[in-house]
């Protein structure tokens, strides 16, 4: 999964517990870091799909994307610090992987992810609902790919 992160312009900011938090653009600029990550997202799920049929085990995948402002920086105290993002965009993407559990899709995307989509790419996207997220004042539109379309 780092790999396909890297591949793709991306950062891998931290593991926590069996999930990847990844950042694109901050300070490594990217054009358009939401196609990035979205380009990111199909490599994991490719990767994925070949270890489904190499292993007995089954792995499953949910994949998370928002766009927006973040704190990027060196966190904590002096006791305990970390270089990472925060922020209401964090949290949102985490969210939004949540979902993925109760839905058919791999991947699911903020409206803020969708827009900055080039036109071609927007087609493996479906709407799927209007929801509030926790932690959200108010609603966001979100959507996930077709199943079958990466």
Do not use: C, W
């Not at 085990?57 to 990027?72: A, S």
């Not at 964090?90 to 109760?102: E, G």
């Not at 900055?116 to 609902?129: A, I």
């Not at 932690?135 to 959507?143: D, L, Q, R």
């Amino acid at each position: 999964m780092v790999d396909s992160v890297a591949a793709s312009g991306g950062i891998v900011d931290k593991f926590i517990g069996d999930a990847v938090l990844a950042v694109f653009g901050g300070i490594e600029q990217i054009e358009n870091p939401s196609h990035a990550a979205v380009n990111a997202a199909y490599k994991i799920s490719e990767r994925l799909r070949i270890l489904r049929e190499t292993s007995d085990e089954m792995f499953n995948i949910g994949i998370g994307i928002d766009y927006g402002k973040v704190l990027q920086g060196i966190i904590g105290s002096p006791n305990r610090r970390e270089f990472t993002v925060i922020g209401t965009t964090v949290n949102t993407a985490a969210r939004l992987q949540s979902m993925t559990r109760s839905s058919e899709a791999d991947i699911i995307i903020s409206q803020s992810v969708y827009d900055m989509l080039p036109g071609e790419e927007k087609q493996n996207f479906n709407f799927l609902m209007e929801t509030t997220v926790k932690g959200a004042k108010s609603e966001i539109t979100v959507y996930s790919n077709i199943p079958g379309s990466l």
